[in-house]
């Protein structure tokens, strides 16, 4: 080894300092980015996070980060998918939300045409009512849901996004009438919020953080979250040790284009794998308050393919897919 590639191998794994394997330096020289959003979102965010820990790891020669803003993230994904393929220097933002939004806006590029990399981060939903909500308890909901599926109102983000995915799962766990769902979609979580705190739906639901500070003040009753387990500091029962069998996580994770020959895919794996194993990224996740919920290769790759069915199968019901 060159003295260069020696200095360079010794910074890399004295910033990440967690004893994470990563040889040679510089598997991806010019590595791109994309984030399929405007900057300033989850997606935005989390792409400049890996960027700052893969350029403080020593990783890749340099990074940047491209946003691409449009329907949901599939315009990116169509970039991804018809102008990148084979390039082993490219990687991809995407996460639960485009799984719907591919289905809802009929994109003609899917996530069977990249190249899966890894899950990164997720976030679990969290159910709740007014204070001063009759439902006191997540079965109070779901009796009046499958008693008349119509006279629960769900409020949360945009349709087919990951609220009303969560809406839809509750409802068919509970044996409710699923194409009665009563779903209205906010733009933003201050509106969301209003409408539950005034009264003009029933239940809402969004990542917790979004509710956080409501649920402590005790402005907003927790009914339940979609987390396969107890999670640690938020003192809410999930909704399957409550009788409805679903979990769900809000999950970002970055994928890669089509084409890429085994090789190619391996390098980007290795970055990646590198990166979240470092104290840096440790450090992102405790800052921005995001779960690990890392998950890499052909175990992400079956997990896109389950979370493709599920929804298209949810989103059906709803009458928002074909």
Known sequence: MNRRNLITTTLALALL????????????????????????????????????VINAGGLAK????????????????????????GNGNVLMVNGLVMVGAIITNKSPATLEQVTPIAR?????????????????????????????????SWGGGSAGGTDHILAGLIAKAAGADVTKLNYVPFSGGGEALAAILGGHVTAGISGYSEWAGQIQSGE????????PARVEGIDVPTLQE???????????????????????KADLLKVVDAAVK?????AKLAEKKWTDLYMAGDEFTQ???AENARVTEILKTVGLAQ
């Open 120 to 152: 990164l981060t997720g976030e679990y939903e969290v159910i709740v009512v007014p204070a001063d909500s009759e439902l006191k308890t997540l079965a109070d909901l779901t009796a009046k849901l499958k008693a008349d599926p119509g006279s629960v």
């Open 17 to 52: 300092g967690s004893g994470a394997a990563f040889e040679p330096a510089f598997a991806v020289d010019d590595l791109r980015i994309i984030a399929p959003a405007a900057p300033g979102g989850g997606w935005d965010q989390t792409a400049r996070a890996l960027e700052e």
């Open 242 to 264: 409550q009788g409805i069998g679903v979990e769900l996580a809000n999950w970002r994770a970055v994928v890669a284009p089509p084409g890429l020959d085994d090789a190619a």
């Open 62 to 85: 340099t990074v940047t980060v491209e946003n691409v803003p449009g329907a949901g993230g599939t315009v990116g994904l169509a970039q991804l998918v018809d102008k990148e393929k």
């Open 278 to 282: 470092s104290d840096a990224w440790k």
């Open 303 to 305: 997990l896109v393919a």
């Open 220 to 227: 907003l009753r927790a009914l339940g979250i979609s987390a």
